[in-house]
């Protein structure tokens, strides 16, 4: 650990962990299926876009095992099941809600019709039992006018330097983006980045990570010179230490991770896809930082989202 260097902590901060979640909320499907809505937009979806009799199955057991895997290393998962047939997107989460320090929570407006019946009032109820919360501000009223923002999808925050990272696209309002920063002290940074073939990137966090002390990134997706350079020098700035990620192994995921806090320190947790698509040395730099967890979820990944989409993470304070 010793040889990861820690992000810049402000003082009023020091002795906590912003960035790490002190839990998540992981929606279970009962009856998965890759949501042909979302396909239109969503490149990572059309590759992998293979629909099999026994999806809903294979989607239910996988989800079962990541929660399995970590609560037996100490994560505080809140498991919901979702027995709807209308909500094939229900396992990513982290798109339609987001908590934030201080007893903050933001509902957001989704893109399509089925993600919009993804919000849920047990799950808002039980943060507010558990945990607390002071206030919920919900943008989702703005559906009406089109405008859209997809949550921990469509941006990447750094809870530490206040930063708010995201990629253009439909799914990510430049009128609602500058709202939710002012409303919860972000700072935005907004860039265009597209894969080889020029699709534009659908959600910023298939393409970037951001944990306490790294950032993977797959910086050559972000194809004007000026942009990619003032964003890599944004995030080194911050201290941490920047793995590029290829374009490759961005489609393998790479960048769709999520830091959590065990109950031996804090996991970096990835799919198997994400994971073989590294190199030996990207491994071995996470590794002096964190503790890698792998978990195998290729039936999900077939709805173009990774385990960072499937974990909505909780950053607020536990009630007494």
Same mark, same amino acid.
């Given at each position: 650990?010793?040889? #990861?260097? =820690?992000?810049?902590?402000?003082?009023?901060?020091?002795?906590?962990?912003?960035?790490?979640?002190?839990?998540?909320?992981?929606?279970?499907?009962?009856?998965?299926?890759?949501?042909?809505?979302?396909?239109?937009?969503?490149?990572?979806?059309?590759?992998?876009?293979?629909?099999?009799?026994?999806?809903?199955?294979?989607?239910?057991?996988?989800?079962?095992?990541? !929660?399995?895997?970590?609560?037996?290393?100490?994560?505080?998962?809140?498991?919901?099941?979702?027995?709807?047939?209308?909500?094939?997107?229900?396992?990513? =989460?982290? &798109?339609?809600?987001?908590?934030?320090?201080?007893?903050?929570?933001a509902i957001y407006p989704m893109s399509v019709e089925s993600r919009r019946r993804e919000r849920r009032t047990d799950i808002i109820e039980m943060l507010k039992q558990v945990y607390r919360v002071q206030d919920i501000i919900d943008?989702?009223?703005?559906?009406?006018?089109?405008?859209?923002?997809?949550?921990?999808?469509?941006?990447?925050?750094?809870?530490?330097?206040?930063?708010?990272?995201?990629?253009?696209?439909?799914?990510?309002?430049?009128?609602? *983006?500058?709202?939710? #920063?002012?409303?919860?002290?972000?700072? =935005?940074? !907004?860039?265009?980045?597209?894969?080889?073939?020029?699709?534009?990137?659908?959600?910023?966090?298939?393409?970037?990570?951001?944990?306490?002390?790294?950032?993977?990134?797959?910086?050559?997706?972000?194809? &004007?010179?000026?942009?990619?350079?003032?964003?890599?020098?944004?995030?080194?700035?911050?201290?941490?230490?920047?793995?590029?990620?290829?374009?490759?192994?961005?489609?393998?995921?790479?960048?769709?991770?999520?830091?959590?806090?065990?109950?031996?320190?804090?996991?970096?947790?990835?799919?198997?896809?994400?994971?073989?698509?590294?190199?030996?040395?990207?491994?071995?730099?996470?590794?002096? #930082? *964190?503790?890698?967890?792998?978990?195998?979820? =290729?039936?999900?990944?077939?709805?173009?989202?990774?385990?960072? #989409?499937?974990?909505?993470?909780?950053?607020?304070?536990?009630?007494?």
């Amino acid at each position: 650990m010793s040889s #990861c260097a =820690p992000a810049n902590l402000h003082p009023s901060v020091i002795g906590k962990n912003p960035q790490t979640p002190v839990g998540v909320v992981l929606v279970r499907p009962h009856h998965f299926i890759a949501n042909p809505e979302t396909a239109l937009d969503n490149s990572f979806q059309a590759i992998a876009n293979k629909q099999d009799i026994t999806d809903g199955y294979n989607a239910f057991k996988e989800a079962s095992g990541v !929660v399995d895997e970590l609560k037996s290393l100490g994560v505080d998962v809140h498991v919901f099941e979702d027995e709807n047939y209308h909500t094939p997107d229900s396992v990513f =989460p982290n &798109n339609w809600f987001s908590t934030h320090a201080g007893g903050h929570v933001a509902i957001y407006p989704m893109s399509v019709e089925s993600r919009r019946r993804e919000r849920r009032t047990d799950i808002i109820e039980m943060l507010k039992q558990v945990y607390r919360v002071q206030d919920i501000i919900d943008y989702s009223g703005q559906e009406k006018d089109g405008r859209y923002l997809e949550g921990t999808g469509a941006m990447v925050l750094d809870h530490i330097e206040r930063v708010a990272y995201v990629c253009k696209s439909r799914r990510s309002d430049p009128v609602l *983006l500058e709202r939710f #920063c002012s409303q919860f002290n972000y700072e =935005p940074m !907004v860039f265009d980045a597209s894969d080889s073939n020029g699709n534009a990137v659908y959600h910023t966090n298939v393409l970037m990570c951001i944990t306490s002390d790294l950032v993977l990134i797959g910086a050559k997706m972000v194809r &004007n010179d000026t942009q990619r350079a003032e964003l890599l020098q944004r995030l080194k700035s911050t201290g941490r230490k920047v793995i590029e990620l290829s374009e490759k192994q961005v489609s393998s995921f790479a960048g769709n991770m999520l830091e959590v806090q065990g109950a031996a320190g804090r996991l970096l947790v990835m799919s198997a896809t994400a994971y073989h698509s590294l190199t030996s040395e990207q491994i071995n730099l996470i590794e002096q #930082c *964190l503790s890698i967890v792998v978990v195998s979820i =290729p039936t999900i990944e077939k709805a173009g989202g990774s385990v960072r #989409c499937m974990l909505a993470g909780i950053h607020l304070s536990k009630r007494l």
